[in-house]
T-cell receptor
Framework: DTGVSQDPRHKITKRGQNVTFRCDPISEHNRLYWYRQTLGQGPEFLTYFQNEAQLEKSRLLSDRFSAERPKGSFSTLEIQRTEQGDSAMYLC?????????????FGDGTRLSIL | SQQGEEDPQALSIQEGENATMNCSYKTSINNLQWYRQNSGRGLVHLILIRSNEREKHSGRLRVTLDTSKKSSSLLITASRAADTASYFCATDGGAGSGGYNKLIFGAGTRLAVHP
């Protein structure tokens, strides 16, 4: 399968713990995005990378959140000192650089549950 | 907050019927995209329509775009039980609204197609 891969699919943790998610984009895609989706809502943009550069961060991305894409390939999203409100589906997407008219391809997400 | 709004929030139809979903947005766009999401899965890109296009077809899907009304519609013809999913429209934010890169989603339409 050459689609976007996310790991783990599910993560259950206690409040206050740190968690890290991984995203492997489609290999030739140099743009990578993280979104968060809560139940019954559409995804909300968190952050975006072009190659290894993090070019945009949403105000939703508090200082407890950090994302990296060290070699311009896979990316990690870390949440420190998790809170109940962090419970959500975290989606990763990738796309090609283009004129802006490029579809984003999504992984199946990591569902985070905070106890 | 979400830019787009889908209407209706939920739609229940019988197999063979057509399903129409509407989307409204607030700012200028470069393109508008429709995605499908099955329960617990990631989003699947369906169709992208550019701001200078008015209608686009893909198989049983027909998308229209009216930039003067800032609205779009997705028509699924001859629906099947396998079409049961949530459908989201997403805009790219356009120039002057954070760039072309991030997608801004509505809350989606939950479609149920009954055999």
């Amino acid at each position: 399968d050459t689609g976007v891969s996310q790991d783990p699919r599910h993560k259950i943790t206690k409040r206050g713990q740190n968690v890290t998610f991984r995203c492997d984009p489609i290999s030739e895609h140099n743009r990578l995005y993280w979104y968060r989706q809560t139940l019954g809502q559409g995804p909300e943009f968190l952050t975006y990378f072009q190659n290894e550069a993090q070019l945009e961060k949403s105000r939703l991305l508090s200082d407890r959140f950090s994302a990296e894409r060290p070699k311009g390939s896979f990316s990690t999203l870390e949440i420190q000192r998790t809170e109940q409100g962090d419970s959500a589906m975290y989606l990763c997407a990738s796309s090609l650089v283009g004129s802006g008219n490029q579809p984003q391809h999504f992984g199946d997400g990591t569902r985070l549950s905070i106890l | 907050s979400q830019q787009g709004e889908e209407d209706p929030q939920a739609l229940s139809i019988q197999e063979g019927e057509n399903a129409t979903m509407n989307c409204s947005y607030k700012t200028s766009i470069n393109n508008l995209q429709w995605y499908r999401q099955n329960s617990g899965r990631g989003l699947v890109h369906l169709i992208l329509i550019r701001s200078n296009e008015r209608e686009k077809h893909s198989g049983r899907l027909r998308v229209t775009l009216d930039t003067s009304k800032k609205s779009s519609s997705l028509l699924i013809t001859a629906s099947r039980a396998a079409d049961t999913a949530s459908y989201f429209c997403a805009t790219d934010g356009g120039a002057g609204s954070g760039g072309y890169n991030k997608l801004i989603f509505g809350a989606g339409t939950r479609l149920a197609v009954h055999p």
